[in-house]
T-cell receptor, first 112, second 116 residues
Framework: AQTVTQSQPEMSVQEAETVTLSCTYD???????LFWYKQPPSRQMILVIR??????QNATENRFSVNFQKAAKSFSLKISDSQLGDTAMYFC?????????FGAGTTVTVRA | NAGVTQTPKFRVLKTGQSMTLLCAQD?????MYWYRQDPGMGLRLIHY???????AKGEVPDGYNVSRLKKQNFLLGLESAAPSQTSVYFC???????????????FGPGTRLTVL
């Protein structure tokens, strides 16, 4: 079975600090992408970052970066210099054939 | 460029009623998907389509039907609504596979459905 798991249901971080969300997955695929999506209270699902598995370099998008450990099947998201607008639920997602499998999500609350 | 749109945004049904959710995308994407989101369970795939005129079952297809008569539209139908179908429904679309792997999915704003 190919699964994505997020072991942290909730996390809280002070504004301007750093928080890291973990994600582990299981796949036998050799070429794939991994995604982090953000869902703020507005409910809209927004792509945060995408990692290409065949690239060794970790993806970075402004304050968001990933730590991709292919051998360990680990894909964590680091949010640096947290802002109040980062308060949201974050989902790790793994493409499974033509589909996306989602973790249960991690709720991140940024405190002022 | 509106991206992915869904109608309606909210709906309340009585048990046994039927309804259709409409998803439209203007990005010329080949693939389209319907998910449901329930607390603590992430998003689960209901049905998907890899091209006009094609549909396939996802993880939780029971009680739902879909149609993709036009490339830009993907309809989700509930023939006889049940309280267990109370959920938030998301439509998504993507280009076909990139370098042999599934590409980024773009989501609509969601539809909150309550079945009494």
């Amino acid at each position: 079975a190919q699964t994505v798991t997020q072991s942290q249901p909730e996390m809280s971080v002070q504004e301007a600090e750093t928080v890291t969300l973990s994600c582990t997955y299981d796949t036998s695929e050799s070429n794939y992408y991994l995604f982090w999506y953000k869902q703020p209270p507005s409910r809209q699902m927004i792509l945060v970052i995408r990692q290409e598995a065949y690239k060794q370099q970790n993806a970075t998008e402004n304050r968001f970066s990933v730590n991709f450990q292919k051998a360990a099947k680990s894909f964590s998201l680091k949010i640096s210099d947290s802002q109040l607008g980062d308060t949201a639920m974050y989902f790790c997602a793994w493409p499974n054939d033509y589909k996306l499998s989602f973790g249960a999500g991690t709720t991140v609350t940024v405190r002022a | 460029n509106a991206g992915v749109t869904q109608t309606p945004k909210f709906r309340v049904l009585k048990t046994g009623q039927s309804m259709t959710l409409l998803c439209a995308q203007d990005m010329n994407h080949e693939y389209m998907y319907w998910y449901r989101q329930d607390p603590g369970m992430g998003l689960r795939l209901i049905h998907y389509s890899v091209g006009e005129g094609t549909t396939a079952k996802g993880e939780v297809p029971d009680g739902y039907n879909v149609s993709r008569l036009k490339k830009q539209n993907f309809l989700l139908g509930l023939e006889s609504a049940a309280p267990s179908q109370t959920s938030v429904y998301f439509c998504a679309s993507s280009y076909s596979r990139l370098r042999g792997a599934t590409d980024t999915q773009y989501f609509g704003p969601g539809t909150r459905l309550t079945v009494l």
